[in-house]
T-cell receptor, first 110, second 115 residues
Framework: EDKVVQSPLSLVVHEGDTVTLNCSYEVTNFRSLLWYKQEKKAPTFLFMLTSSGIEKKSGRLSSILDKKELFSILNITATQTGDSAVYLCAPVYNNNDMRFGAGTRLTVKP | NAGVTQTPKFQVLKTGQSMTLQCAQDMNHNSMYWYRQDPGMGLRLIYYSASEGTTDKGEVPNGYNVSRLNKREFSLRLESAAPSQTSVYFC??????????????FGPGTRLTVL
């Protein structure tokens, strides 16, 4: 069965720290990878990555994909308490299937 | 725009009962999805509808049926609820037409408990 592994499972940092979240996948027929942020309720979209080596950036968040090594990272610089959430990655396959990882729970302390 | 709405927000069922979860979106999106989320397991796709009139199975379709009533509405039915179906159910939509996932907008979720 294809696996999506996110690491670390949880992370506690202080405001101002920089964090790197990892997502590795073991899939064939890979097409793209999505990142979501989930606070108390519904996930909200962050990035969609389709090409290796091209960084996507939105404010303090950035993400990059390595299709050769089958992983993606999500970076958050100068973290704030509002960044506290579960971060989910989801690879998408050519057969229209997508699988979410279990997520990384980030806690940012003041 | 309300975005993606789901009803009900909470539901408690007894084993064997049936119910339908409703989802509607007002963003003129082509694709709609149903997920379940269990603790420690992330989101799992139950069914999706790439366009009006089509539905396809996702990762965990057993025990569920869906109906894409029109472009706006996508319902999920549990014919005979089981305790293993206790979960939080999310509906989502995206502008993507057949064959492509992109930014999905999620509803607020339905917390279902089956006793």
């Amino acid at each position: 069965e294809d696996k999506v592994v996110q690491s670390p499972l949880s992370l506690v940092v202080h405001e101002g720290d920089t964090v790197t979240l990892n997502c590795s996948y073991e899939v064939t027929n890979f097409r793209s990878l999505l990142w979501y942020k989930q606070e108390k309720k519904a996930p909200t979209f962050l990035f969609m990555l389709t090409s290796s080596g091209i960084e996507k950036k939105s404010g303090r968040l950035s993400s990059i994909l390595d299709k050769k090594e089958l992983f993606s990272i999500l970076n958050i610089t100068a973290t704030q308490t509002g960044d506290s959430a579960v971060y989910l990655c989801a690879p998408v396959y050519n057969n229209n299937d997508m699988r979410f990882g279990a997520g990384t729970r980030l806690t940012v302390k003041p | 725009n309300a975005g993606v709405t789901q009803t009900p927000k909470f539901q408690v069922l007894k084993t064997g009962q049936s119910m339908t979860l409703q989802c509607a979106q007002d963003m003129n999106h082509n694709s709609m999805y149903w997920y379940r989320q269990d603790p420690g397991m992330g989101l799992r796709l139950i069914y999706y509808s790439a366009s009006e009139g089509t539905t396809d199975k996702g990762e965990v379709p057993n025990g569920y049926n869906v109906s894409r009533l029109n472009k706006r509405e996508f319902s999920l039915r549990l014919e005979s609820a089981a305790p293993s179906q206790t979960s939080v159910y999310f509906c989502a939509s995206s502008i993507a037409s057949s064959g492509l996932y992109n930014e999905q907008f999620f509803g607020p979720g339905t917390r279902l408990t089956v006793l």
